[in-house]
Every structure is written in structure tokens, then in C-alpha cells.
């Protein structure tokens, strides 16, 4: 009877050890596939923030869009934020943490200082960086893991500067730039100085500060007036460019100002009020326009975040879509950035996006002016 019980227990347990084995494999099997991680990287804090703030806002909301939708071949698509504080070395401390997390592709930055400083670090992972504000000529042409759907400088400063010299007289000017980024606004004074000069237009000096420290604005406004200039380019963000407008303005109020596309944030009109007022500024994207993507994105962004996307949410959320459509499409052995230069050609919000060997693109741009606290194309 000992016997019989003792081989009953052993084959109980066997039993119980198989039937446990067999129900870890029924919920190993039962799990959803790992998420499919991608990274944003921005300044979200400090003087540039409202810019990275809305390129994170349309990232998350691609991303949401994306896995109300299903998802990636019925992955979820996982979202890891950082903000670079537009620190060079943070931007790569942030970015070699996201990839050691296991990221597939980076969107951001959204300013070409931290474009720069990450690049390296990306291209030594191979690791796709997608940029959507990214403009800097410096990154131009090479065959790295830098990619962009927002064209390079040349074309669209030389529209404002030619602009500025044909429709509005304007033949000596002075500037202002921001040292802090200076790959973008070195690079976009080359730019328009180039074209500018073609009919005879002369800047009559630059004036370069820091923005993250105090800048003297009363100071400067004086020495950019004290040439006695047909009017003033502005190249900083839209927090400096709305306090130089102010200041410029106190000393004269009737001078042309002219800014720069990175100004060019719902920032600028809220904090320049009266004194931002006829400033032009060259733009890839266009606040009325009406395709039905952009007017249905354009709602969501608001119903989400209660506020305007601008051209920072509008390339963010292009970038994004480009990066999702991409792993959807993705065949076995071919690395991402391979995948994205092999589709080439993709829809954007606004315009199509069409990417070259280098990962660049090109994008039509529009003349603005700042009329009743709107920009308003005029061109």
C-alpha cells in the first residue's frame, strides 16, 4: 500500500511539473510582442522650449495616432522622451542613453547646435536621426545617420533676402545673431549676405550674443541702429527676437525688421505683441493652408493640447510618420535608414517630403509678415 501511494505522489508531481511547464508556455505565448522603442530628443526647457515643446507634442501624438491604429505589423510603437536643455553635451548623454535602451530610430533635434553634437553619436550606432527644424548647411551632403525633412538654408534665406533687397528697398542693413546655435545663424547670414549682395545690398555689421546668458537688448538695438541701416535681421529664437523687436522699436518705430524661420513660434506674437508688427520672415510651412491632412492634424494637435502645432509640431509629426511608415514597410536585412532612402518619397502634412542619397530634402517656402498678431503670407 506504501508502494502504491509512494508512485501516485510521483506521478502527481510529474503531472503538477508538466501542467505548470505547459501553462508558462500557454502565457509566454499569450504575451504581447516587445514594443517597438523610438526616441524623441528636444529642448523642452529654457529659452527655446516652445519649440521643442511642440515638437514632442506631435511626436507623442503620431505615435498615438499610430498605435490606435494597431500599431507596427501589430507591435506597439513605445515613446522615450529627453530634453538636450540645448546643452551639446547633454543633447549626447541623452542620445547614447536612448540608444542603449534599445531605440530603432531618434526623432529631434530641433536645433542644429545639438544636430551637430548628436550626429557622431548616431552615426556610431547607426542609429537613424531624423530631424524635423534642422537646417544647417553644415550637415549638408554627407552620408551619415543625419536625416531631415526640413530643407537646408540656402534656398529659402535667399528668397527673404532677396525679399528684403526687391520688395522692400531695403539696401544696408544690419544684423543680430545668436552664437549659442551658431551652426544654424552663422550658416543663414552666410546665406543671406550671399544673396543679398547679388543687387547690391551690403550688411553693415553683424552682432553676435549669447542667449543663454543676459543679454544687454537695449545695448545692442543701439549699436544696430548707430550705422544708420535701411533695417535689421534678426537670427535668434523667437524669445530674443521678440525682445529685440521691442527694443529696436523704442529706438525707432518704423524701421523694417526682418527674422529668421527659428523666430517664427506663436512665441513670437505673444511676447512681441505691437512691436513684432511687420516683421518678415521666410517659412516651410503655411498657418492657413488648406490640405485636409494638415487641417485635420491641425485639430487634433488643438483638441489634444489646446494650443497651435506651428512649423515646429507640423515637421515633428512629418518626421515621425516618415520614421512609422518605414518600419512598417522595412524588409528583412535592410537597416532603417536604408529602408527610408529606398522608399524616398512620402507624404507630409503639407507638401511631400522627398529624401536624396544624403537623407536631405527639399521644401517650398513662403514669405510671412507678422500683420494683427498673424503671419500672414504675402508671397
Given at each position: 500500500?506504501?508502494?502504491?501511494r509512494r508512485?501516485?505522489?510521483?506521478?502527481?508531481?510529474?503531472l503538477?511539473?508538466?501542467?505548470?511547464?505547459?501553462?508558462?508556455?500557454?502565457?509566454?505565448?499569450?504575451?504581447?510582442?516587445?514594443?517597438?522603442?523610438?526616441?524623441?530628443?528636444?529642448?523642452?526647457?529654457g529659452?527655446?522650449?516652445?519649440?521643442?515643446?511642440?515638437?514632442?507634442?506631435?511626436?507623442?501624438?503620431?505615435?498615438?495616432?499610430?498605435?490606435?491604429?494597431?500599431?507596427?505589423?501589430?507591435?506597439?510603437?513605445?515613446?522615450?522622451?529627453?530634453?538636450?536643455?540645448?546643452?551639446?553635451e547633454?543633447?549626447?548623454?541623452?542620445t547614447?542613453?536612448?540608444?542603449?535602451?534599445?531605440?530603432?530610430?531618434?526623432?529631434?533635434?530641433?536645433?542644429?547646435a545639438?544636430?551637430?553634437?548628436?550626429?557622431?553619436?548616431v552615426?556610431?550606432?547607426?542609429?537613424?536621426?531624423?530631424?524635423?527644424?534642422?537646417?544647417?548647411?553644415?550637415?549638408?551632403?554627407?552620408?551619415?545617420?543625419?536625416?531631415?525633412?526640413?530643407a537646408?538654408?540656402?534656398?529659402?534665406?535667399?528668397?527673404?533676402?532677396?525679399?528684403?533687397?526687391?520688395?522692400?528697398?531695403?539696401?544696408?542693413?544690419?544684423a543680430?545673431?545668436?552664437?549659442?546655435?551658431?551652426?544654424?545663424?552663422?550658416?543663414w547670414?552666410?546665406?543671406f549676405?550671399?544673396?543679398?549682395?547679388?543687387?547690391?545690398?551690403?550688411?553693415?555689421?553683424?552682432?553676435?550674443?549669447?542667449?543663454?546668458?543676459?543679454?544687454?537688448?537695449?545695448?545692442?538695438?543701439?549699436?544696430l541702429?548707430?550705422?544708420?541701416?535701411?533695417?535689421?535681421?534678426?537670427?535668434?529664437?523667437?524669445?530674443?527676437?521678440?525682445?529685440?523687436?521691442?527694443?529696436i522699436?523704442?529706438?525707432?518705430?518704423?524701421?523694417?525688421?526682418?527674422?529668421?524661420?527659428?523666430?517664427?513660434?506663436?512665441?513670437?506674437?505673444?511676447?512681441?505683441?505691437k512691436?513684432?508688427?511687420?516683421?518678415?520672415?521666410?517659412?516651410?510651412?503655411?498657418?492657413?493652408?488648406?490640405?485636409?491632412?494638415?487641417?485635420?492634424?491641425?485639430?487634433?494637435?488643438?483638441?489634444?493640447?489646446?494650443?497651435?502645432?506651428?512649423?515646429?509640431?507640423?515637421?515633428?509629426?512629418?518626421?515621425?510618420n516618415?520614421?512609422?511608415?518605414?518600419?512598417?514597410?522595412?524588409?528583412?536585412?535592410?537597416n532603417?535608414?536604408?529602408?527610408i532612402?529606398?522608399?524616398?518619397h512620402?507624404?507630409?502634412?503639407?507638401q511631400?517630403?522627398?529624401?536624396?542619397?544624403?537623407?536631405?530634402?527639399?521644401?517650398?517656402?513662403?514669405?510671412?509678415?507678422?500683420?494683427?498678431?498673424?503671419?500672414?503670407?504675402?508671397?
Amino acid at each position: 500500500m506504501d508502494s502504491d501511494r509512494r508512485v501516485w505522489v510521483a506521478s502527481s508531481s510529474r503531472l503538477v511539473w508538466f501542467f505548470g511547464l505547459l501553462g508558462i508556455a500557454v502565457l509566454l505565448g499569450c504575451q504581447p510582442p516587445e514594443p517597438i522603442r523610438i526616441g524623441f530628443v528636444g529642448g523642452t526647457s529654457g529659452r527655446v522650449a516652445d519649440l521643442g515643446i511642440a515638437g514632442r507634442d506631435a511626436v507623442l501624438l503620431a505615435v498615438e495616432l499610430r498605435n490606435q491604429a494597431g500599431g507596427v505589423a501589430g507591435r506597439k510603437v513605445e515613446l522615450l522622451i529627453r530634453d538636450d536643455e540645448q546643452n551639446p553635451e547633454v543633447a549626447q548623454r541623452v542620445t547614447r542613453d536612448l540608444i542603449a535602451q534599445g531605440v530603432v530610430a531618434l526623432i529631434g533635434p530641433m536645433t542644429s547646435a545639438m544636430a551637430v553634437a548628436m550626429t557622431p553619436v548616431v552615426d556610431e550606432a547607426r542609429v537613424p536621426l531624423l530631424s524635423p527644424t534642422v537646417v544647417t548647411n553644415e550637415l549638408t551632403g554627407k552620408d551619415d545617420f543625419f536625416l531631415r525633412v526640413s530643407a537646408p538654408t540656402r534656398e529659402y534665406v535667399r528668397k527673404i533676402a532677396l525679399h528684403a533687397r526687391t520688395a522692400r528697398g531695403l539696401r544696408r542693413v544690419t544684423a543680430v545673431y545668436d552664437l549659442d546655435n551658431r551652426a544654424y545663424t552663422e550658416g543663414w547670414l552666410d546665406d543671406f549676405r550671399a544673396a543679398f549682395a547679388e543687387d547690391g545690398g551690403e550688411i553693415l555689421q553683424t552682432i553676435g550674443f549669447e542667449s543663454g546668458g543676459d543679454p544687454a537688448f537695449l545695448r545692442i538695438a543701439n549699436d544696430l541702429l548707430a550705422p544708420q541701416p535701411d533695417g535689421v535681421v534678426i537670427v535668434a529664437n523667437s524669445v530674443d527676437t521678440a525682445m529685440f523687436c521691442q527694443q529696436i522699436r523704442k529706438l525707432d518705430a518704423r524701421i523694417p525688421l526682418v527674422g529668421s524661420e527659428w523666430g517664427a513660434t506663436e512665441r513670437l506674437t505673444e511676447l512681441g505683441g505691437k512691436a513684432v508688427e511687420g516683421l518678415t520672415v521666410a517659412q516651410i510651412f503655411d498657418r492657413n493652408n488648406a490640405a485636409p491632412r494638415y487641417r485635420a492634424f491641425r485639430q487634433l494637435y488643438l483638441d489634444r493640447f489646446r494650443r497651435e502645432p506651428g512649423f515646429g509640431g507640423v515637421a515633428a509629426f512629418d518626421a515621425t510618420n516618415v520614421v512609422l511608415e518605414a518600419l512598417a514597410k522595412q524588409p528583412a536585412g535592410r537597416n532603417l535608414k536604408e529602408t527610408i532612402l529606398a522608399l524616398g518619397h512620402f507624404e507630409g502634412l503639407q507638401q511631400p517630403i522627398g529624401f536624396d542619397a544624403f537623407g536631405e530634402t527639399q521644401r517650398d517656402s513662403v514669405i510671412t509678415v507678422v500683420r494683427d498678431g498673424q503671419f500672414v503670407v504675402i508671397e
